[in-house]
């Protein structure tokens, strides 16, 4: 864009303030929506994270705010102008930021409201009085249920990445917040894409919006080089690990699924002497906090993520991010490898694919509408053994751990589909019979009067009619594993 931030209208005390940071153009986003939002427009907007869309409604709102001035009569009051609303407490975190960056040169005073804290100094920071209000639904809400925030003045409301609220399940929350706010305001909606649910919601709190497209509906950035590695999966994390290690990569974001899923992988890398830390919503806001400035000064190489506490996470020139899962949704595809390649930097994006989760990567290449390229790691190809060279910290010998160690390392690790075949292969004793089929059973003068086991406590006699246990109690491990309860996460 040629077009530079004064010659959009801003004000001189913002445009200091934004070459103070080293900005002399404006990103697309903030060249479409910000001489709408001066304007006084409704606007329903389409930007992923990363694009500089805070910039784009914090900067007009700011001048908004500035020019129209504080009507309260006592000017010691400053009451909440500007409501901005996130799904996530390091979205809200960074958007405030934002406004006290751009902000400094203006009378405005801005604040935070989220969860996981304390809420008493919350409480006295909004008595104090905030002309701009940054907040979670959930934390507000209960502001608003104490009635230590007013909202009856508010001018300006902005949803961003309203996407992901609806996929939260705050729209109930937000319904709640829009009902308490005044009907004439200017509504400002961000979300990375459009879904039918963000279209209603767009229809019902927007008038007459003003629309801005930085990008095409669920597109994936062209920097980023996406690859596909065929794995089985239960050699996934050594996969990821010798990726890491082989490629000495640093500032590794890695996707699971569930929050469980992300500690145990965390503590995986950390035992095979990958620098890793997870971050999800279960974790408090100090450790939250604590987990991403490692990340980003270098001290932890990896951070295991989920699709939730990934969105706003701001993290500049990021190389690497790893699908350790596929998500569930396609659409979450998109939104992971966005967390690289931006602003004109290349990034890399690679998915650890079993066999079992190749239907979800058919419903990925059906969104991209293009096949993804697959590239097998010699050595970790779906089905092929460990190597013997492995480091032992990578793949401990199996000899090393007993029959209850590895009942419970399959239960937790195996698909239910696969436990019977991996658990054959770590082992050298041949399956157990099939549930229904008689047991071969040796002639009375073979036969000792009671059953010889070579490793572990004998097993009790079986109760007749049924034959007598199987020599081995390793023997018994796959029919055990087989009907076993799969464990979330």
């Known amino acids: 864009m040629s077009d530079s931030f004064a010659r959009l209208g801003l004000a001189p005390e913002l445009v200091r303030a934004v070459s103070g940071e080293g900005y002399t153009e404006p990103t697309p986003v903030q060249a479409q929506a910000i001489p709408f939002i001066l304007a006084g427009r409704d606007v329903l907007a389409g930007a992923q994270t990363g694009t500089g869309k805070t910039a784009g409604f914090t900067l007009p709102l700011l001048q908004r705010l500035a020019v129209h001035g504080n009507a309260s009569p006592s000017p010691a009051k400053h009451p909440v102008r500007a409501l901005i609303v996130t799904p996530t407490r390091e979205l809200a975190a960074q958007v405030e930021e934002s406004v006290r960056t751009y902000g400094r040169h203006l009378p405005l005073r801005s604040t935070l409201v989220y969860g996981g804290v304390g809420i008493q100094p919350q409480i006295d920071a909004l008595r104090r009085g905030v002309d701009i209000l940054v907040a979670t639904p959930g934390r507000l809400l209960d502001h608003l249920q104490q009635k230590t925030v007013d909202l009856r003045h508010v001018e300006i409301l902005v949803l961003d990445e309203a996407d992901r609220m609806l996929d939260m399940g705050f729209i109930r929350d937000i319904r709640r917040i829009l009902a308490v706010l005044p009907k004439k305001r200017q509504n400002l909606l961000f979300s990375a894409t459009f879904s039918d649910e963000i279209r209603a919601l767009a229809e ?65 890398l950390c035992k095979d002497g990958v620098e890793a830390t997870a971050i999800h919503g279960n974790k408090s806001q100090g450790a939250r906090t604590k987990a991403l400035a490692g990340f980003k000064a270098g001290t932890v190489r990896v951070l295991v993520a989920t699709d939730l506490a990934s969105r706003g996470l701001d993290i500049e020139e990021l190389p690497h991010v790893v699908n350790y899962e596929l998500p569930r949704v396609p659409e979450d595809y998109v939104h992971r490898i966005g967390r690289t390649g931006r602003a004109g930097s290349t990034g890399e994006a690679i998915s650890l694919v079993a066999p079992e989760e190749n239907a979800l990567l058919a419903d990925i290449e059906r969104l991209l509408k293009r096949k993804l390229v697959r590239e097998a790691v010699p050595g970790f190809e779906p089905g092929s053994a460990a190597p013997q060279s492995q480091p032992e910290r990578l793949a401990p010998p199996r000899r090393s751990r007993g029959p209850q160690e590895r009942r419970n ?14 658990e054959s292969h770590r082992t050298a004793v041949p399956a157990a019979p099939a549930r229904h089929e008689a047991s071969p059973r040796p002639s009375a003068s073979a036969r000792p009067a009671a059953p010889v086991h070579a490793a572990g406590p004998a097993h009790p006699p079986a109760p007749p009619p049924r034959p007598a246990a199987p020599a081995r109690r390793e023997a018994h491990v796959p029919a055990l594993l087989r009907g076993a309860p799969r464990r979330a996460g």
Not at 409 to 422: F, K, L, T, V
Request: charged content about 30%.
């Open 204 to 268: 019902s709190l927007l008038h007459d919006p003003a629309q801005v497209q930085v990008a095409r509906r669920n597109a994936e950035s062209e920097l980023v080089a996406q690859r596909v590695h065929p794995v089985a999966q239960t050699r996934k994390r050594a996969l990821l690990a010798h990726l890491v290690l082989a490629g000495d990569w640093h500032q590794v974001l890695v996707f699971t699924r569930t929050k469980h899923g992300a500690n145990r992988l965390a503590e995986q």
């Open 409 to 422: 390392d399959a239960r937790r690790d195996a698909p239910p589909a696969r436990r019977d075949r991996h």
